[in-house]
């Protein structure tokens, strides 16, 4: 049953969206940034930004967005504010993924300063299995902040398979991030 709400769920959040094949340069002027999709791969653009996928959404996904920074967390209440360094992001966002009631076994395996567009910011990997305990998925995730906004780069995918068939094109498409306006 719990399946099918995180497959409802997905569902939900692509399907106001088609997918279309992908590949080159992607300007999202309205969000400010832009970044190099892979060749092959299809995307959609939803409410939470963009997410891109070359074997479907529940085998690996490749997400970029932005929130404002004075935005609510949904799985915590700590909060992000302006000027937070690198570090104090990086612990509010592991709050939060620790915190999501849908996964379970959630393992830090890394957080380290990263870089994306030239702004310091934080990388974190882990991993988790979903909350009916069959599915472990590995993720990276990069973010920045920069003036009101919380920019992030997001990769997840099948631990035991896609994560190691897809991770160097997600460092490749998080290298290729860039900010249009400072």
Same mark, same amino acid.
């Given at each position: +049953? ?27 002027? /309205?969000?400010? @940034? !832009? ?6 791969? +299809? ?37 992000? !504010? ?11 966002? %592991? ?5 999501? /009631? ?17 702004? /310091?910011?934080?990388?974190?990997? $882990? ?12 993720? %990276? ?9 919380? $920019?992030? %780069?997001? @990769? ?19 290298? !290729? ?6």
């Amino acid at each position: +049953m719990k399946k099918c709400w995180l497959v409802l769920i997905l569902l939900v959040l692509t399907a106001c969206a088609p997918w279309v094949k992908v590949g080159g340069d992607y300007r999202a002027e /309205p969000e400010n @940034y !832009s970044v190099t999709l892979p060749e092959g791969w +299809m995307k959609s653009n939803t409410v939470t930004g963009l997410l891109v996928t070359r074997d479907g959404v529940l085998l690996q996904t490749i997400r970029v967005g932005r929130f404002n920074v004075d935005q609510e967390l949904k799985n915590t209440r700590k909060k992000y !504010s302006r000027n937070m360094l690198p570090q104090e992001m990086a612990d509010v966002a %592991i709050d939060n993924i620790k915190s999501d /009631p849908l996964i379970t076994n959630f393992k830090l395996l890394e957080s380290s300063p990263a870089t994306l567009s030239g702004i /310091p910011g934080s990388k974190i990997v $882990y991993e988790f299995k979903t909350k009916e305990g069959q599915l472990r998925f590995k993720c %990276i995730h990069y973010e920045i902040m920069s003036g009101e906004w919380i $920019y992030g %780069i997001w @990769y997840r995918a099948a631990a035991r398979h896609y994560f190691d068939k897809d991770v160097q094109t997600f460092e490749t498409v998080s290298q !290729s991030f860039r900010l249009l306006r400072p």
